[in-house]
C-alpha cells in the first residue's frame, strides 16, 4: 500500500511540474544563457529586453503546447477506460436481455430450476429421518382425564380445553384449534397469560380440564414426535458431538449411519460462518454452558432439533440471540424439513413464517386464533 502511494505520488510529480515545466525552464536558460555569458553581440540594453519579452512569450505558450501534448496521453487512457466500462454495462444488458427472451419462450412446465446446496441435503436428511421413523411403530393410546379424552395423532386438536393454573385461576376458557402438520402456529400474549401453560399440557406437565358443560377432547402427537426448545436450552456433558445428537449416544449416531458431516451440515445452517466448528472439534469436551454464547447455544439447540427432526417443535423465545437472516434460514430449514412449529415470540418480524396466529389476551381467558394473512 505504502509504495502504491508514492509511486501515486511520483506519477503526479512527473505529470504536472516536469512534464508541464520544463520546456519554459529550458527555454529560459536558454534565453538567458547569452546575457550571463555576455553573448550579446551588439544589440543594446532596448533591443535586448525585446527580444527577451517575444521569446519568453513564444516559450511559454511552446511549453503549454508540449505539457499539454505529453499530458494527452493520460487523458486518452481515461478516455479508454470509461469506453471499456460503458461497453461492459452494454455486454451485461445484451445477456440479461437474452435470458428474460429464453425464459419467457420457454412455458412453465420446460423451466429448470436448480436446488442450492443446502436444499438438496435438507431434502435427503428427511428421507432419511422418515425411514427411521417409520421403521418403529406404536399403539394409539387414548387416556381419559375427567371429562377430556387425550389421544394420540399425526395434528394437535384442542376442543373446548379451559387452561387452569394450579392457583385455581382461569388463564384460557373454551380453547378450540386444529393445527395440521406443515401449518406453523405462532402465540402471543402478555406475561402470565398462559402460553406456556398450554404446552405444558401438551407435555403432559399439567393436566387439561374441559370448558363446563362440554366434553374435552385433545388430540397431539406421540411424545417422541414433538420437542420443546427454551430460550436457554440444554447442554449436557460431554463433547461438542453430544451437544447435537443429545439424548442420542455416539453410537446411536453410527447404528443410523449418521456422520459427523452430516452434523457440521446441520451446524452450518445455523451457524453459515462456522464459528462453532472453527472453534473447536468434535471430541472436545467443555464446560459447553459458558463456553458458548448465548447465540451459539440457541444455535446447537436448533442443529439438534434438525438432527431429530420431529413431528412437531415448540420454540419459546429460543431464536432471539442470532441474527435475522439466521432466523429465516432455520424457519425455512424446518419448513423443509416437515417440522410443524409453535413459535412463542412477541417480535412480529417472526409472523412472515407462520400460517396461524394464536393470540391469548391474559383477561377474562379470551383468545383469538386466526389465519395468518
Not at 509511486?7 to 527555454?27: E, M, P, Q, R
Not at 463456553?291 to 451459539?296: R, V
Amino acid at each position: 500500500m505504502v509504495n502504491f502511494s508514492l509511486s501515486h505520488l511520483f506519477i503526479h510529480v512527473v505529470d504536472n511540474i516536469i512534464v508541464k515545466y520544463w520546456a519554459t525552464l529550458i527555454g529560459y536558460i536558454a534565453i538567458f544563457s547569452p546575457i550571463l555569458f555576455g553573448i550579446t553581440g551588439k544589440k543594446t540594453e532596448i533591443q535586448l529586453a525585446e527580444d527577451y519579452a517575444r521569446n519568453t512569450r513564444y516559450l511559454s505558450s511552446l511549453s503549454d503546447a508540449i505539457g499539454n501534448f505529453v499530458l494527452l496521453g493520460n487523458k486518452i487512457s481515461e478516455l479508454r477506460g470509461h469506453v471499456h466500462r460503458v461497453g461492459e454495462v452494454i455486454a451485461i444488458l445484451d445477456h440479461i436481455e437474452d435470458n428474460v427472451k429464453e425464459f419467457t419462450r420457454k412455458p412453465p412446465e420446460q423451466l429448470e430450476f436448480t436446488s442450492s446446496k443446502n436444499d438438496i441435503f435438507l431434502r435427503h436428511w428427511k428421507e432419511r429421518c422418515d425411514v427411521v421413523r417409520y421403521q418403529v411403530h406404536h399403539s394409539s393410546e387414548i387416556v381419559k382425564v375427567g371429562a377430556v379424552t387425550i389421544e394420540e395423532g399425526d395434528h394437535i386438536l384442542f376442543e373446548h380445553i379451559d387452561i387452569i393454573s394450579p392457583e385455581g385461576k382461569v388463564l384460557v376458557e373454551d380453547l378450540t384449534f386444529t393445527v395440521k402438520q406443515n401449518q406453523n402456529v405462532m402465540v402471543t400474549g402478555p406475561n402470565g397469560c398462559g402460553k406456556s401453560s398450554l404446552f405444558r399440557i401438551i407435555g403432559d406437565l399439567w393436566p387439561p380440564s374441559a370448558t363446563p358443560g362440554n366434553e374435552g377432547r385433545i388430540i397431539k402427537p406421540k411424545k417422541t414426535d414433538i420437542v420443546f426448545i427454551p430460550q436457554k436450552p440444554y447442554l449436557v456433558l460431554g463433547t461438542l458431538r453430544d451437544q447435537i445428537i443429545y439424548p442420542h449416544s455416539k453410537a446411536d449416531m453410527e447404528m443410523n449411519n449418521v456422520t459427523d458431516e452430516e452434523l457440521a451440515q446441520l451446524l452450518r445452517i445455523v451457524d453459515p460462518k462456522e464459528f462453532i466448528l472453527n472453534t473447536w472439534q468434535w471430541d472436545d469436551e467443555k464446560d459447553w454452558f459458558h463456553a458458548f454464547s448465548g447465540g451459539q447455544k440457541q444455535r446447537v439447540a436448533m442443529a439438534r432439533l434438525f438432527y431429530h427432526r420431529p413431528r412437531f417443535a415448540i420454540l419459546d423465545e429460543c431464536t432471539s440471540a442470532v441474527s435475522d437472516e439466521v432466523e429465516d434460514m432455520i424457519y425455512q430449514s424446518a419448513r423443509a424439513l416437515g417440522i410443524t412449529l409453535f413459535t412463542v415470540s412477541h417480535r412480529q418480524y417472526l409472523k412472515k413464517h407462520h400460517d396461524f396466529l394464536l393470540t391469548i389476551e391474559g383477561k377474562d381467558g379470551i383468545w383469538n386464533f386466526q389465519k395468518n394473512e
